[in-house]
């Protein structure tokens, strides 16, 4: 996660790090991870629509994010979890985001391309 672009390059292990798109569709394939919000009691719960994901040590959710104005929410993830999460936000419209390991990044609401 960048918090603030200084400009310059993330490197980790000697790798030049790089930004994942934030996909909506995954072009060529049946293989979507199309983002459901429900307003629940205590909140709101973020899954993935239509299908289960296996959630297996070699393809698994690694996390889901929520952002509301000001407001971030990570919920991290491990192989056996369901998965969706759970947070403390009475309001359906935010941006929500998750992250798989085989897919890469996910959202209900894209960021434009450039942004």
């Known amino acids: ?9 993330t ?5 030049l790090m790089e930004k994942l798109p934030e996909q909506e569709e995954y072009s060529g ?3 979507t991870h199309t983002l459901s919000v429900e307003r629940m009691k205590n909140g709101i719960r973020v899954k993935i629509a239509g299908v289960e994901n296996p959630m297996r040590e070699e393809y698994y959710i690694v996390w889901i994010e929520v952002t509301k104005g000001k407001d971030l ?12 999460a759970e947070f403390p936000i009475h309001d359906v419209n935010v941006k929500a985001l998750v992250y798989c390991e085989q897919h890469g990044v996910w959202s209900n609401k894209p960021a434009k391309p450039g942004s």
Do not use: A, F, T, Y
């Not at 996660?1 to 390059?9: A, L």
């Not at 929410?73 to 969706?84: N, Y």
């Open 1 to 9: 996660m960048i918090v603030r672009d200084g400009g310059r390059r």
């Open 11 to 15: 490197i980790c292990c000697d790798q």
């Open 29 to 31: 394939s049946i293989v």
């Open 73 to 84: 929410h990570v919920h991290g993830l491990k192989p056996g979890d369901v998965s969706e």
